[in-house]
């Protein structure tokens, strides 16, 4: 097509092309006024510690593990359960600010617990680690769990893009969805215990 072609074509079209110009503008310029502020949003600057269910994996425990903050620091509280009690087995995460990567935390129980009395123990590993139990970590980020299903065929053209069944770390519009270990990746019992504030 010549260039005088080209521009009676516009002439002769121009209500066509502005019905196929004008929605796809719109759409690019609030695609751009929401990314752009989401990518200057900083990255997270604390760790997160969480809690969770190891999916389809369920044994007949003698005992029940929860976790909770005491006096800045993260304790086990560990109890007998009935003997034909089914529990799923519980363990603790931790989310690395610097790499982005999710890792379990080892837990070391006294032996003998499940014939004990309830008793709260410590998480050595995270022996003098001081942990805050806010729901908002110090520099804005919040944890949210799973959602279901996502926003839409509008809402995906906008930019408002869910982040799945994946647990994630939200702040201002920025999303950082947490990738879990291996065993717990379809775990729906994820629950956030503290963040980690000092050292």
Do not use: C
Not at 33 to 59: F, G, K, N, Q, W
Not at 62 to 80: K, L, N
Not at 153 to 173: C, N, Q
Not at 174 to 196: C, D, K
Request: glycine residues 10%; without cysteine; proline residues 10%.
């Amino acid at each position: 097509m010549t260039p005088t072609g080209g521009r009676r074509f516009l002439r002769e079209n121009a209500f066509l092309v502005a019905a196929v110009a004008l929605p796809v503008a719109v759409v690019a310029f609030f695609l751009l006024a929401t990314a752009i502020p989401r990518m200057r949003v900083s990255p997270p600057a604390y760790d997160l510690i969480l809690r969770a269910d190891r999916p389809y994996e369920r044994t007949q425990a003698r005992f029940s593990v929860e976790f909770e903050v005491r006096d800045s620091a993260v304790t086990a509280v560990v109890g007998p359960v009935p003997f034909d009690t089914s529990l799923p087995r519980a363990g603790l995460l931790l989310f690395d600010h610097r790499t982005l990567e999710v890792r379990e935390i080892p837990l070391d129980l006294p032996a003998g617990i499940e014939n004990d009395q309830p008793r709260t123990v410590p998480v050595e590993a995270l022996r003098g680690r001081r942990v805050a139990s806010q729901a908002k970590a110090p520099d804005g980020y919040e944890f949210h769990g799973h959602r279901d299903g996502g926003p839409g065929i509008v809402g995906e053209l906008f930019g408002m893009r869910g982040h799945g069944r994946r647990p994630a770390l939200v702040k201002d519009g920025r999303v950082i969805p947490l990738t879990l270990p291996a065993a717990y990746q379809y775990s729906y019992g994820v629950l956030p215990v503290g963040w980690i504030v000092e050292p």
